[in-house]
């Protein structure tokens, strides 16, 4: 799909079509899982190439940021999906000149429909390619500032999960480990979409000094604060997402001493119920052999005599136990 807007200042960004004409006037060319005909139709009308999807995914600074003396080209990686089970990155695109911004995108991202719709309710002050470019990484800055917003509430209701976990609630063990293994499910989860996050958040960072020092020329000293300010944010972002990524690995590690602890205790009951029966067995194995000249076959009391036995050899361990404290 591929979509051209203009605007005047004060006025929403209008779309102007998609022929030939529509592009060579645009000041905003959106490109949304491009056809090679319509990146042909953009070449021929602009005069800039314009990347594959395998091309913006490259990882490499050197693909990712360049500068041919008309235009900067940049790339970085879009966390989407986030409210599924498993969100994900896709790269998005951009070639901005003085005179206009092209995006190449492979995913719906909220960031650039918000753009629109709100930009449609509050014209731009500046329509412009920098501050369409600049309004957009500011979208998409605000996006992912809520992404860890819901990954902070997500933390802590994990947090009250595992440190208000009662051993003596009077849950089934099964049940508890059940609840305990979701837990898990829940951090790893979160983990993941923080690790997606940190990666839009350093393409967002590598791109704001690259295009300052590329457009120095051009780009006007309210733009260029305008990019400290979002870079400003940037760190912030990314220094609270240093903090969750600890916190996170904070309750993971909770979560698995809680499971060796559960572990510990079913071991450390069958240890003793082991030892428990060991004497017993003993006095029962003893008093069990058939030999002719045991004295106690002849007593009138003998059977209760091993009976009393055998009770004490397996109350007089669990005493034991209690005493020192093993229970």
Known sequence: MLKAYASQEGRPLADLGADDAAIAKAQWIDLFEPTEEEKARVLRATGFTIASEDDLD????????????????????????????????KPVGFVLSQERLITIRFLDSRAFRAFLEEQHRTPMDDAGP??????????????????????????????????????????RPGRQDRELQLTIKTIGRAGDL???????LLGIDRILPFVTQAGDTWINKTHKERMKSLRRDVTSLTDYD?????????????TLGLINTAQNNIIKVLTVVSVVGVPPTLVASIYGMNFKDMPELNWAFGYPYGLTLIVLSAVLPLVWFRFRGWL
């Not at 470019?133 to 819901?150: H, R």
């Open 242 to 254: 240093n903090s969750l990524n600890n916190k996170m690995q904070f309750l993971l590690d909770a």
């Open 58 to 89: 490259e990882i490499e600074t050197s693909s990712r940021l360049s500068y041919d003396g008309h235009a900067i080209y940049m790339s970085m990686p879009l966390t989407i999906a986030a409210n599924g089970p498993h969100p994900h990155s």
């Open 194 to 200: 923080m690790s997606h996050v940190r990666d839009s």
């Open 130 to 171: 920098v501050g369409i470019f600049l309004t957009i990484l500011e979208g998409i800055v605000e996006k992912l500032a809520d992404l860890l917003e819901t990954t902070r509430d997500e933390l802590d209701r994990v947090s009250r999960t595992i440190f208000m976990h009662d051993p003596e609630s009077g849950k």
